[in-house]
């Protein structure tokens, strides 16, 4: 029987109904799914230790020899069942016990040769030195899988062990048909796919560069699927670039009536990179294909005051526009803040949330139905069936990471073809915002308005906290207001959120009568949305927190932020975090509560974090110091994550994916070339936000 990459896992012989449970569970549902899942890292199990040659306890060593000795027995005080062997090679011999697992007793055998694999321990009993619980393999004639060579270690999947994974990687590279893949002709100078895949998971090298290179994903086999990953990353961006290329869209016109309403609008002068975006965007504006423009700036760059004069275009030329944020709070910041810029004009500003009352819901739902030139503000309320935009002609989505791509697709297809402007102050280095968003235009703010105090950032332990509380009470009394965010990641962790309490509490103890209040993930969306608007309100004071209060929220008098064991957060997110204070004119600080015991590491790069103000340096950093099987960052950009492919690393991939993809467009062979591509499991699918 034979089964190719799509077959489902069930079509694996031998796989068995639980285990097949556990990895669809798991969203590994065909073949292709379950050798994508690839080893984390490799043993070199391939040089035994001569046994005589063991002297010392406490390490970690393959041996091969004879089982001389085997025997089982129940140890008297526990309910424990023992497994011990003695093995032995030509230079010496090593006991060795396994721990309840009887069947060992039955598998292995007196006179046959053993591979082992583990630590080796002082005996507890008895005198010398002892294997403890090691993996083991029987050497036959077959090509050794466990030890006796380069071994992939793969995580396991519940309960799925990494060596059970190992056994079904292999018969199932054995046997699958992977048949012709369009990149082995088009990319010669790598290997070809199929080799490619058995060579990641069982590497039939010991050379030393080589296994390096394996370590760090980069060893050639690495780098051939990446390739094929990024080459379908490539695909999916020119298809919709071709697609949207062939859309008739609003053209905008400037004229004097508009220059005019744009003067009487701002209340300051725009930063000469607020123009040039300005510039970059009515360019677009002007021409009959929709826009699709990626509005990257810093926190606090003013990228609301450049997407309004955009609207305001859009709006002259008798179209509507949708203004979408991600949260209540945020939605309501923008509808304030846009009602006082369109005030001098003759356009009206809407908002539209979960919260709007029904008849004002009804009266904006029935301007909008009738196609009235105005702009509306709102959250994911916006991309309700009942809300109809006929006459869409721009689709603004704000901090544009936090929603998925199809909530994107939602609003524009509220309208024919409108422009598209997104927005976000998470910086990617430039180069690489073009190749992942190669369906964007990127459009860069990389200057602050003028009078900005750069925020003061400086790394303080646990025993400064009694100064820090008193600095905290000198803030308040002096008219400024406190972010303390705590390091619950996995907002799941009923335990983490639990200590986040019992610590709120013992600070808010410590600061007396100062109004303080909690937010977290757990919370309902409305209590969390109560207690950040009374903090913007300044009704509180000092506000502990998850990094739910990562986005864009706009607090002028917020001048401290504490950020615990910020060793535990990414760089690009420290800025993100830290971007909430200092939106006003007090000079503002971020203080990082570091962990006693902070490696070196953590604390080279919390120093130099803490040294610049630069979103775009820390973005870089951020990117340098992310190890291989670390995110790449993508989902965060709502695109799925790879296997292989990191957009630091396979750089020189990444160009040739899109070269190929570029050439087979002029071709006219895209749907050839997507045919012939081994698609990744995730890729195409629709990532959630957030
Ligand atoms: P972000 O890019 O983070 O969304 P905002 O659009 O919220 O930034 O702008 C941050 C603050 O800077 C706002 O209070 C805004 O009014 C102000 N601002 C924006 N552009 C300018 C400018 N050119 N001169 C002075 N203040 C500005
Ligand atoms: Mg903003």
């Known amino acids: 029987m034979s089964f190719t990459l799509a077959s489902p896992v069930e079509a694996l012989p031998g796989l068995g109904r639980t285990r097949a449970k556990v990895l669809r569970e798991r969203g590994i549902s065909t073949v292709g799914d379950l050798l994508w899942y690839l080893p984390h890292r490799y043993e070199d199990r391939s040089n035994p230790t001569p046994l005589g040659s063991l002297t010392t306890p406490d390490v ?46 039955k598998t292995l055998r007196r006179g046959v040769r053993v591979w082992l694999h583990g630590p080796v321990r002082l005996a507890k009993s008895g005198w010398g030195l002892q294997m403890v619980s090691p993996e083991w393999e029987v050497e036959e004639d077959e090509e050794p899988l466990h030890l006796g060579r380069v071994v992939p270690v793969y995580r396991r999947l519940d309960t799925v062990s990494g060596r059970q994974l190992r056994t079904l990687m292999a018969r199932t590279l054995d046997q699958v048909a992977i048949g012709s893949v369009a990149l082995d002709a088009l ?5 070809p796919f199929a080799a490619a895949l058995a060579q990641v998971h069982f590497p039939e090298t010991t050379d030393t560069a080589t296994l390096e290179l394996l370590a760090r994903r980069l060893s050639p086999w690495h780098r051939r699927l990446a ?57 677009d504006l002007q021409k009959p294909t929709p826009m699709a423009r990626l509005l990257q700036g810093d926190v606090g760059a003013g990228k609301t005051v450049v997407a309004a004069l955009a609207a305001l275009l859009v709006l002259a030329a008798g179209w509507q526009v949708a203004f979408m944020a991600p949260t209540e709070i945020l939605a309501q910041q923008h509808g304030a803040t846009l009602s006082r810029l369109f005030a001098p004009t003759p356009f009206s500003v809407l908002t539209l949330t979960g919260s709007t009352g029904a008849s004002e819901r009804a009266q904006i739902l029935a301007r909008l139905a009738a196609g009235e030139p ?4 709102g959250t994911h309320a916006l991309l309700e069936e009942a809300v109809q935009m006929p006459r869409l002609g721009l689709a603004i989505i704000d901090e544009q990471h936090r929603f998925g791509t199809s909530q994107r697709q939602r609003l524009v297809e509220k309208g024919q073809a409108p422009h598209l402007l997104v927005m976000t102050a998470t910086p990617i280095p430039r180069s690489l915002a073009l190749s992942l968003y190669g369906d964007l235009e990127v459009s860069v703010l990389k200057e602050l308005p003028p009078g900005r105090q750069p925020v003061r950032t400086v790394l303080r332990t646990r025993q400064a906290l009694p100064k820090l509380l008193a600095f905290v009470r000198q803030e308040v009394a002096a008219g400024g207001q406190v972010f303390w965010v705590f390091p619950v990641i996995e907002e799941s962790e009923l335990l983490d959120l639990k200590a986040l309490t019992a610590h709120a509490q013992e600070l808010a103890k410590e600061l007396g009568d100062v109004p303080v209040g909690t937010v977290h993930g757990r919370m309902g969306a409305h209590e969390r949305e109560a207690v950040m608007a009374a903090f913007a309100a300044g009704k509180l004071k000092v506000l502990f927190a998850t990094t739910v209060i990562e986005v864009g929220v706009d607090v002028p008098a917020a001048s401290l932020m504490v950020i615990e064991n910020p060793e535990r957060f990414g760089l690009a997110q420290l800025h993100q975090l830290r971007g909430r204070v200092g939106r006003g004119s007090r000079r503002a600080f971020c203080v990082l509560l570091v962990g006693d015991n902070l490696s070196e590491e953590a604390r080279k790069r919390l120093e130099f974090f803490a040294a610049t103000t630069d979103g775009f340096a820390v973005a870089e950093e951020d990117f ?49 070339l997507e045919r012939g591509l081994v698609l990744p499991p995730t890729l195409g699918e629709e990532v959630p936000p957030g």
């Not at 004229?255 to 003067?263: P, Q, S």
């Not at 950009?637 to 994916?657: I, N, T, Y």
């Open 60 to 105: 970690t060593v393959t041996v091969v020899g004879e089982i001389t000795d085997l025997r089982e027995r129940r140890a008297r005080t526990r309910a424990l069942h023992l497994v011990e062997a003695l093995v032995q090679d030509s230079t010496g011999a090593l006991p060795v016990v396994w721990f309840n697992q009887p069947y060992l007793a």
């Open 187 to 191: 990319v010669p100078e790598l290997p």
């Open 227 to 283: 390739l094929e990953e990024l080459a379908a990353l490539a695909l999916v961006l020119e298809k919709s670039r071709r697609r949207r290329a062939a859309l008739q869209a609003p053209v905008c016109a400037v004229g004097e009536k508009e220059r005019e309403l744009a003067r009487a609008m701002l209340p300051f002068q725009l930063t000469r990179a607020q123009r040039q975006a300005v510039a970059e965007i009515v360019a």
């Open 374 to 377: 105005v702009l509306v503000v």
């Open 624 to 672: 340098r110091s992310r190890g291989p099987g670390e995110f790449t960052g993508l989902r965060q950009w709502g695109r799925p994550e790879f296997r292989v492919a990191s957009l630091f690393l396979h750089q020189r991939e990444l160009e040739l994916a899109r070269a190929v993809v570029r050439q087979a467009a002029e071709n006219g062979q895209l749907e050839v």
